[in-house]
């Protein structure tokens, strides 16, 4: 059985959210302290996620979420096509170059880190840079239901996870309705739901 490494409230969330979504059987371990000598043989690094599926050990979440999504979905999830695995390697890669980074910004800067290291100067420049990718984001759905066309993707799936992030930074999503809509329509999904009520 895989064993999937990380708490749903780390990047492990949106690599649970896929294996839900792809019905595979997974043990979920949670990782007290991730820079013990046993974690750190699955993951030197010393982050969650990691998987563990059957000997094979991945880590990095989106690395994950694709593998999963190529070894055990179907189609539409995977899609059937060099094309379409073109279009969610695209679309993964750039949510975590274009979006999760400031994003993160946002969190650290506002909510996580103590009051005396806050500077509202990066949170503020942190939004600023998140206009032309949300307008991007938002431009392409217009055209379709999915990031791919009429129906949900892994693609889908890693983008809606790193824009969750929203929900906590208080991002305003109305300027871009499109893409608000969507994210909501992939954070109500069954699978999502399931992934979010694990620890």
Request: hydrophobic residues 40%.
């Amino acid at each position: 059985m895989a064993k999937l490494y990380g708490s749903s409230m780390s990047r492990a969330g949106r690599s649970l959210w896929a294996l839900e979504e792809a019905g595979v059987k997974f043990e979920h371990v949670l990782v007290p302290e991730t820079r013990k000598p046993e974690y750190l043989k699955i993951n030197p690094n010393g982050h969650v996620p990691a998987l563990d599926d059957n000997g094979t050990i991945l880590w990095e979440s989106m690395a994950i979420n694709l593998y999963v999504a190529e070894k055990y979905g179907k189609a539409p999830l995977w899609p059937s096509t060099v094309e379409g695995h073109g279009a969610c390697y695209q679309w993964s890669l750039w949510c975590m170059t274009e979006l999760e980074t400031p994003m993160i910004d946002v969190f650290m800067h506002r909510i996580m880190l103590p009051a005396d290291q806050r500077d509202e100067k990066v949170a503020v420049a942190a939004l600023e840079k998140l206009k032309a990718p949300l307008k991007v984001l938002d431009d392409h759905l217009q055209k379709s239901d999915y990031l791919l066309g009429k129906e949900f993707t892994i693609a889908d799936l890693n983008v809606a996870s790193v824009l969750s992030i929203a929900q906590y930074i208080q991002l305003d999503l109305s300027p871009t309705p499109t893409a608000q809509k969507w994210l909501q329509k992939c954070l109500e999904r069954p699978a999502h739901q399931r992934a979010s009520a694990m620890k």
